[in-house]
């Protein structure tokens, strides 16, 4: 089974920090994606990765950047949090090689950010 | 971005009642998937359609691929109070680019004992 972990399930940070938020997965998957979830909005793309060190901007990217040194490791960071940010994140992986890259995404169980 | 119509919102069903949800899109589709989401858990992949017309069971959930390739349905047979969750549908066009996915703002079910 395919195995996305998000380091931590809860998270309560302040306003103005610098906050990471870390994805890691074992499938071996080319693909990486961050999302937000908030009631009424369903999920909303911040930014994926589809190889090492290469990143694209989702809907939503304002405000966030993410990191891709590794393959299984895909790290969004929040530059200077805010209160606008408190919600729920996302990840999730896919593979892209077979079916011509329509590989259904895996998520993790997500991490609960609270900004004060 | 863009979203997909996903409907019902919301429903609640007597347990072993049979639920259907679907979801419905301007843009042609060359992927549907469904996925289940529990209280504070990420979404679970639960069946993935690939072709037009397709038609799909996993248990007691049956999935289809719409002939116009712009909606897709999932239904539940006989259903049980762990069925309870938001069920979300996710859709890959290609217009949409290779690797993204485009969600529905999901059907949250509730199941009566």
């Known amino acids: 089974d395919v195995k996305v972990t998000q380091s931590s399930r809860y998270l309560v940070k302040r306003t103005g920090e610098k906050v990471f938020l870390e994805c890691v997965q074992d499938?071996?998957?080319?693909?990486m994606f961050w999302y937000r979830q908030d009631p009424g909005l369903g999920l909303r793309l911040i930014y994926f990765?589809?190889?090492?060190?290469?990143?694209e901007k989702g809907d939503i990217p304002e405000g966030y950047s993410v990191s891709r040194e590794k393959k299984e490791r895909f790290s969004l960071i929040l530059e200077s949090a805010s209160t606008n940010q408190t919600s729920m994140y996302l990840c999730?992986?896919?593979?892209?090689?077979?079916?011509?890259?329509?590989?259904?995404?895996?998520f993790g169980d997500g991490t609960r950010l609270s900004i004060l | 971005g863009q979203q997909l119509n996903q409907s019902p919102q919301s429903m609640f069903i007597q347990e072993g009642e049979d639920v259907s949800m679907n979801c419905t899109s301007s843009?042609?589709?060359?992927?549907w998937l469904w996925y289940k989401q529990d209280p504070g858990e990420g979404p679970v992949l639960l069946i993935a359609?690939?072709?037009?017309?397709e038609l799909t069971s996993n248990g007691r959930l049956t999935a289809q691929f719409g002939i116009t390739r712009k909606d897709s349905f999932l239904n539940i047979s006989a259903s049980i109070p762990s069925d309870v969750g938001i069920y979300f549908c996710?859709?890959?066009?290609?217009?949409?680019?290779?690797?993204?996915?485009?969600f529905g703002t999901g059907t949250r079910l509730k199941v009566l004992a």
């Open positions: 999730a992986s896919s593979s892209f090689l077979d079916r011509g890259g329509n590989q259904p995404q895996h």
């Open positions: 499938m071996d998957h080319e693909n």
């Open positions: 990765s589809y190889d090492v060190k290469m990143k």
């Open positions: 843009s042609i589709f060359n992927t």
């Open positions: 359609l690939y072709k037009a017309g």
């Open positions: 996710a859709g890959q066009s290609i217009t949409s680019g290779t690797y993204k996915y485009i």
